[in-house]
């Protein structure tokens, strides 16, 4: 049909005038605007009626429209025009509930009237990282089933350490100062010989163990203290909150020192590297007047850190304990953070990282998203198979009551039998309530950028002596040949790599590697690590680590061991908790660390 024919046929019906669409274009340009015609002003009994008779003259296929008493809650009363433009096709059914989502929207209302209460103090209060309302998050049925590490917002209990001049960065950035939040825990020996630098793993303060500032307990709290396998009696424990980290170190989320307005770095903070932030410790150590280290431990994160100041400062790290960490990250751990990092850089409160001036919601849903992704790798299936299986919501007594009288529940005694939850869209099996909930409590604990940064930092991470040599030359370009210089193996003058020194091995070596030809980048890599060929060392793994795999472990052992280093521990823990293992297995993980240390 040609656009005049379609024009000349086409009728809007008004009760019963018609009048041609080029008639009512003319009207409406001519005339005043008229009153938007109300649901009430047309009999409920008319109303669909007349809805399907528009559409029919428009050419559309009829359909049922929503009812006159249908709302939302952002349009409670729509006038004929808007019911008429929203009909939907007819079903048999209705519309599925989505209580997950009401609860983010109602999250978002939340936070929208606590902001506007916070006025000019929401910048510090995002600085600090206080949830900026008080309202508890939703429990779920799975919250309490089983061991949980214990990571907590810190605002307070803290010491700080003020780096006041231009600390240049790896990849080329640069900060004009910076601060690292750290706190401590035991007694520092006369000759200060008794140190232990801990490392943390992404996410995690300093905050490791309760003390007098601060009796939260700590995300390593039965590690730590007298008798534990971190001995307070013996031992003096340093942990900091990473440079770029949100819990009173220097990140995104702190005021830029350059910006007159004070407002915060956002993503001009530069990039890091895992080398980065232990420089900074190492700067805080040199302010403490430790001149060397007892040992230098860390999990996950934290692992690649104790791998970094072994190579940067090999002369002043006595011992080295890595647990679900790495020397290298795999491109499967990499995808997995940058799915993480995706979905919240999706959420438009986001605004490209600059969301800390007043008023501004921080990206709380994708936040929620990233963590539910970042928990799925934390744990493992073995555990979530005991844990949860393939259980469902049950019923609260009401609507178990309402689902018996109709579908039947009483067992053939006649007792009552707990009914399951009709299946829901929303979180429905318990490990969906699991997620959702892990998601709900760390939404608004942590900075976004904060994690975005750091998550980087771990992907940039490989110890190969190519991508250290790759490091070093963008440092040095950046900076200057005294500033870049000391982070790749040593060469000789025609440039060539020197090999480290053979040391005599007290038995063969034998490779723990499932499968060596699958591992084609372990002879770089162990070049890489050859400064720590005289190091001991303990690595440990755990066999149901999907972040970490076990396999991973096992190379840091194989790179040392074949760079002649005979004092390498290597365990290997059969423990269902996956990555978590690091967090929850005082026995098997604090006991590796406790002998080891003796």
């Not at 600085?127 to 307070?156: F, I, L, N, R, W």
């Not at 993503?267 to 280290?293: E, N, W």
């Amino acid at each position: 049909m040609s656009r005049t024919a379609m024009l000349s046929t086409s009728r809007l019906l008004f009760g019963s005038t018609t009048v041609s669409r080029p008639a009512l274009a003319a009207a409406s340009a001519s005339a005043a605007p008229a009153p938007s015609l109300a649901p009430s002003a047309i009999p409920s009994s008319r109303r669909p009626r007349l809805a399907r008779t528009i559409h029919a003259r428009l050419g559309e296929a009829p359909s049922a429209c929503a009812s006159s008493d249908h709302k939302t809650p952002t349009q409670p009363h729509r006038s004929f025009a808007q019911l008429a433009s929203t009909c939907v096709p007819s079903s048999s059914n209705p519309s599925a509930a989505f209580p997950c989502i009401d609860a983010n929207e109602q999250r978002a209302e939340r936070l929208r009237r606590q902001y506007a209460r916070q006025g000019p103090a929401l910048a510090v209060s995002l600085q600090q990282q206080q949830q900026p309302d008080d309202t508890p998050a939703p429990s779920t049925e799975a919250e309490d089933d089983g061991p949980e590490p214990s990571y907590t917002k810190v605002v307070s209990g803290y010491q700080t350490f003020h780096y006041p001049t231009e600390f240049p960065l790896d990849y080329g950035g640069k900060l004009p100062s910076f601060q690292l939040a750290y706190e401590s825990w035991g007694t520092l020996s006369p000759a200060r010989d008794n140190v232990i630098l801990l490392h943390t793993g992404l996410s995690a303060s300093s905050h490791a163990a309760s003390t007098p500032s601060n009796t939260a307990k700590g995300w390593w709290e039965d590690f730590i203290g007298p008798g534990k396998p971190l001995d307070t009696d013996k031992y003096h424990i340093i942990c900091t909150n990473v440079l770029g980290g949100c819990y009173g170190s220097t990140g995104p989320s702190s005021p830029d020192p350059l910006d007159p307005s004070g407002a915060a770095y956002g993503t001009r903070f530069p990039i890091l590297s895992v080398f980065d932030m232990v420089r900074a410790q190492f700067l805080l150590l040199d302010h403490l007047g430790i001149d060397r280290l007892y040992a230098s431990i860390g999990s996950s994160m934290g692992g690649m850190q104790s791998i970094a100041a072994a190579h940067l400062e090999r002369e002043r790290v006595g011992r080295l304990v890595s647990i679900s960490g790495c020397a290298r990250s795999a491109p499967a751990s990499i995808a997995l953070r940058y799915a993480q990092r995706s979905v919240l850089m999706s959420d438009p409160n986001w605004n490209r990282g600059f969301y800390y001036a007043p008023g501004q919601l921080p990206p709380h849903t994708g936040m929620k998203l990233a963590r539910q992704i970042a928990t799925f790798t934390y744990r493992s299936g073995p555990e979530w198979e005991q844990r949860f299986g393939r259980a469902r919501r049950i019923a609260s007594s009401t609507a178990a009551a309402q689902q018996r009288s109709t579908i039947g529940g009483s067992g053939p005694g006649g007792e009552t039998v707990e009914q399951e939850l009709d299946p829901a869209l929303c979180p429905d099996f318990l490990i969906e309530t699991y997620l959702d909930h892990q998601g709900e409590q760390f939404c608004l604990k942590y900075d976004a950028n904060s994690l975005i940064y750091i998550s980087k930092a771990m992907d940039l991470f490989d110890m190969s002596d190519h991508a250290l040599a790759d490091v070093e030359r963008r440092r040095t370009h950046a900076h200057g040949e005294e500033v870049g210089a000391g982070l790749a193996p040593s060469c000789g003058e025609d440039g060539a790599k020197i090999a480290p020194a053979p040391r005599p091995r007290a038995r063969k070596h034998i490779s723990t590697l499932s499968s060596p030809a699958a591992h084609a980048y372990v002879p770089a890599l162990a070049r890489g690590l050859s400064r720590l060929g005289d190091i001991p060392t303990l690595v440990i793994g755990v066999q149901s680590d999907i972040l970490f795999p076990v396999e991973q472990q096992r190379e840091i052992a194989e790179c040392l061991r074949l760079n002649g280093n005979d004092q390498v521990r290597y365990y290997e823990i059969d423990a269902p908790h996956g990555h978590d293992s690091f967090l929850i297995d005082v026995a098997n993980v604090g006991g590796a660390i406790k002998g080891f240390l003796s």
